[in-house]
């Protein structure tokens, strides 16, 4: 089955930074790869997300690129702001099975 | 449009004891999740719900964890005989199919004591 691993764990960046935090796949049937963020106490809400047919996905500071030949996929985040403080968890699923996510990366924004 | 509610938003119950959680999807998705989050961890997968019918059962921790969902709509999730290792957050998520988005719930605290 599926096997998505995320890095880093953690990750302190000074605000206005830009912070990417990447995830590998196993299963090369994956299609669909999407990214969530999660504030404390909260519930985990999609963020961006993107299938294997486009390479790369923009929604104003916030990028995802994919690399189906190496099986990783990246979020970047650019000019970071305080607020963009949470833990981001990415996923992978291909069209008959569940989502499988990372173990996730916990981001702090340093004002 | 309303989005995934769960209920109870917190639940404190003593050790050994049955608990009930209930989850309501939105309206005409057709797949179910529930997770587990122990504080400051990462979300466990314990079943998913095709309609009525669960596909993966993989993640239930033990068989003190069933889960139904009847209609194609609303799902419980029992635990039976709560240990102090149950306690976590329960999340619910649902999606119009596979693959898709997933909208989560705001959770269930559940705390055995």
């Known amino acids: 089955g599926e096997n998505v691993e995320q890095h880093p764990s953690t990750l302190s960046v000074q605000e206005g930074d830009s912070a990417v935090i990447k995830c590998t796949y196993s299963d090369s049937a994956s299609n669909y790869f999407p990214w969530y963020k999660q504030e404390l106490g909260k519930r985990p809400q999609l963020i961006i997300d993107i299938r294997s047919n486009v390479g790369e996905k923009k929604d104003q500071r916030i990028a995802v690129t994919l690399n189906k030949t190496a099986k990783h996929f990246s979020l970047h985040i650019t000019e970071t702001q305080p607020e963009d403080s949470a833990v981001y968890f990415c996923a992978a699923s291909n069209n008959t099975d569940k989502l499988i996510f990372g173990t996730g990366t916990r981001l702090q924004v340093f004002p | 449009g309303a989005g995934v509610s769960q209920s109870p938003s917190n639940k404190v119950t003593e050790k050994g004891k049955d608990v009930e959680l209930r989850c309501d999807p939105i309206?005409?998705?057709?797949?179910l999740y529930w997770y587990r989050q122990s504080l400051g961890q990462g979300l466990e997968f314990l079943i998913y719900?095709?309609?009525?019918?669960?596909?993966?059962k993989s993640g239930l921790p033990s068989d003190r964890f069933s889960a139904e969902r009847t209609g194609g709509s609303v799902s419980t999730l029992t635990i039976q005989r709560t240990q102090q290792e149950d306690s976590a957050v329960y999340l619910c998520?649902?999606?119009?199919?596979?693959?898709?988005?997933?909208?989560f719930g705001p959770g269930t605290r559940l705390t055995v004591l």
């Open positions: 998520a649902s999606s119009l199919g596979l693959p898709d988005t997933q909208y």
């Open positions: 309206s005409g998705h057709t797949a």
């Open positions: 719900f095709q309609g009525n019918s669960a596909p993966d």
